[in-house]
């Protein structure tokens, strides 16, 4: 695994030569060693279709390359930041709440619409983040950023999970969303949670949410 939390809100990364990892620009606090610092145009293994494609959707947070040999500091905003670790399989996330990832994996974009039709269009449009996501396929390791810290909850088919859209940082896995409301006579009357929106999960995987209603 190249990340390393050194605390809650700054990972150090190992650079390898050979090897690349790609961060946002600007996320840098400090190195060690032989490293080079370039801006990505295409950033990742989507190439310059997959560029296009999250201008479009505008999903395209400025990357950096990380490149050569030595150790990298990374954090940003000072913001609370989670490693994951995917083995072949697939991180749906917010391109702004990217920290840094490993070079070898796949990046894309995926219409949210796909995985709940009208009411995953309303899901971007509530939680601020758009109709689109990112996303990151392969083996490595990927460094994310949330407020307020993370907490990981399993879905299974037997147990969907439920969260405020505003708290979803990401997931992975075989999951399906689905935007309900919540609006009853007591949100009506002032007397509710205010929690007017809900965003349910099932299938198989792990949702991500952060201890915080703020975005990045």
Do not use: C
């Not at 390393?4 to 961060?23: H, T, W, Y």
């Not at 201008?55 to 990380?66: G, K, Q, S, Y």
């Not at 996303?135 to 950023?145: C, I, P």
């Amino acid at each position: 695994m190249p990340f390393r939390l050194l605390n809650s809100r700054m990972v150090e990364a190992q650079v390898i030569p050979g090897q690349r990892l790609f961060s946002q620009r600007g996320a840098m606090l400090a190195y060690k060693g032989d490293v080079s610092f370039t801006p990505s145009i295409t950033g990742g293994q989507g190439g310059v279709m997959g560029m296009i494609g999250r201008r479009i959707a505008n999903e395209a947070t400025p990357l950096m390359t990380v490149e050569g040999s030595g150790t990298v500091m990374f954090g940003h905003g000072g913001h609370y930041v989670h490693v994951i670790e995917l083995s072949g399989d697939t991180l749906y996330v917010e391109a702004d709440r990217l920290l840094a990832f490993d070079g070898t994996l796949q990046q894309g974009t995926m219409f949210m619409g796909s995985q709940g039709g009208v009411m995953g269009m309303v899901r971007g449009q509530v939680t601020g983040q758009g109709l689109f996501t990112t996303t990151l396929k392969g083996h490595g390791a990927v460094a994310v950023m949330a407020h307020g810290g993370f907490i990981e909850l399993p879905i299974n088919p037997q147990r969907p999970v439920t969260v405020d859209p505003q708290a979803y940082v990401a997931h992975r896995g075989d999951v399906r969303n689905k935007l309900t409301a919540a609006l009853g006579w007591r949100e009506v009357v002032g007397r509710g949670s205010g929690e007017a929106f809900r965003l349910e999960l099932s299938g198989s995987g792990t949702v991500y949410v952060q201890a915080s209603e703020e975005k990045l």
